[in-house]
Structures are given as C-alpha cells and as structure tokens.
C-alpha cells in the first residue's frame, strides 16, 4: 500500500529556532499534500494544502510567514516552522493524496515538536 | 465551529461483540466520508469510506452507514477483536479522491476487552 514517511518523529528544541519537517511519499507520486496539526485531544486541523510547484494554500488563522510549506517535488514536501515559540509545541502530521478520485490520503506517522 | 462532530470520546466494549462508533456533521457541502483508525505514535490508517449517493458501505468486519437526512454517519466492527482497540476519526470532505481536504472529528478512543 501508500506509504508516507514523516522525519523526525520527534523534535524537542530551544525557543527561537526553526524547524523543519518533511514528508516523503515512498512509493507514489503526491499531487498533493497536506499538512495538519492536533492538539491534545482536539481534532487534527488542517494547516494548508500544496501542490507539487505552486504555492501553498493556507487555512484561515495559519500564518503563511510563520509556517513555509514547499512541495518542490512529487514526492516530497517539507514544512519549517520559523522562530518556534512554546505556543507553536504540537502534533504535526502530513498526508499525501495520489489524485485518485478512488484513494484515500495516506498519512505519516506525525513530528511531535516540543519547544522550550 | 465543529463541523465534524463525534460525540462519545471513548467507547469500551467486549470482544465478539459490536462496536457502534458514531459521528455527525453540519455542512451540508460534504460529500464524501471516511474513518481513520489511529494507534499511539502512529500517522491515521485509513478504514472505510463512503460516498453521500451511497447509504452503506461494507468491508469485511467494518461497515459504515450514511444517513444524510441527518447528517449522520457510524462505523459498525463486528465481531470486535482486541487489536481494534485505537481511536478512531471521522473525516468528511466536499469531494471524493485523495487531492480534497479533509474535516476531521475530535476521535473516539475504542477499547475492546478480551
């Protein structure tokens, strides 16, 4: 089946600094990813959509500037989270969709990101 | 605003038995929903989907149900086995295919006692 890898599946850093987090499609072509976040007993929320070369669509109340999202191939996305502060420690987890109208999106297993 | 909704954040029942994992939603734009099974530390494995033409859609153990009229969906297991236990989230989408993205429910953790 899909397989997405997620890396790193855990982060614990300083306050101030960037992080970043890529999702790798293994053994499909990703048209499209998608990157959310959960926290601790919410739902998973979607953070923005990108698509292979174009600029990522962000949700209502996600910071584009904060947040940079680059999709530059087919199989690869990555998510930074720029000047991380405590308030931005979470669950973030991506998931690849083929663009088969009979698949569903394939997750990766998450980064928790734990900033001091 | 929860526009996915599932009520019950945890369900316990016996193994063999059934297991009834409810969800409802308000927009009336979604189209197309699925559920997602969650262990620890692991990424959303997906379950079983169904498509709003459709009222049910069966797959081995797992078997969902759409009433649109109400805007509402389950997922039966049955039998229910130990190695179900995990959460499990409902996700509604405006569209079919995998390039739409999801609305997700808060999870129901499910624990199947031997």
């Known amino acids: 089946g899909a397989v997405v890898s997620q890396h790193p599946s855990r982060v614990i850093c300083k306050s101030g600094t960037s992080v970043k987090i890529e999702c790798r499609s293994l053994?499909?072509?990703?048209?499209?990813m998608f990157w959310y976040r959960q926290f601790p007993k919410q739902s998973l929320m979607l953070m923005a959509t990108s698509n292979e070369g174009s600029k990522a669509t962000y949700e209502q109340g996600v910071e584009k500037d904060k947040f940079l999202i680059n999709h530059a191939s087919l199989t690869l996305s990555t998510l930074t989270v720029t000047s991380a502060h405590p308030e931005d420690s979470s669950f973030y987890i991506c998931?690849?969709?083929?663009?088969?109208?009979?698949?569903?999106?394939?997750f990766g297993d998450g980064t928790r990101l734990s900033i001091l | 605003d929860q526009q996915v909704k599932q009520n019950s954040p945890s369900l316990s029942v016996q193994e063999g038995r059934i297991s009834i994992l409810n969800c409802d939603y308000t927009n009336s734009m979604f189209d197309y929903f699925l559920w997602y099974k969650k262990y620890p530390a692991e990424g959303p494995t997906f379950l079983i989907s169904i498509s709003s033409i459709k009222d049910k859609n069966e797959d081995g153990r797992f078997t969902v149900f759409l009433n649109k009229s109400a805007k509402h969906l389950s997922l039966h297991i049955v039998p229910s086995q130990p190695g179900d236990s995990a959460v499990y989230f409902c996700a509604a989408s405006g569209r079919g295919g995998s390039n739409y993205k999801l609305t997700f429910g808060k999870g129901t953790l499910l624990t199947v006692n031997p």
């Open positions: 053994d499909f072509q990703a048209t499209t």
């Open positions: 998931s690849a969709g083929t663009g088969d109208l009979n698949q569903p999106q394939h």
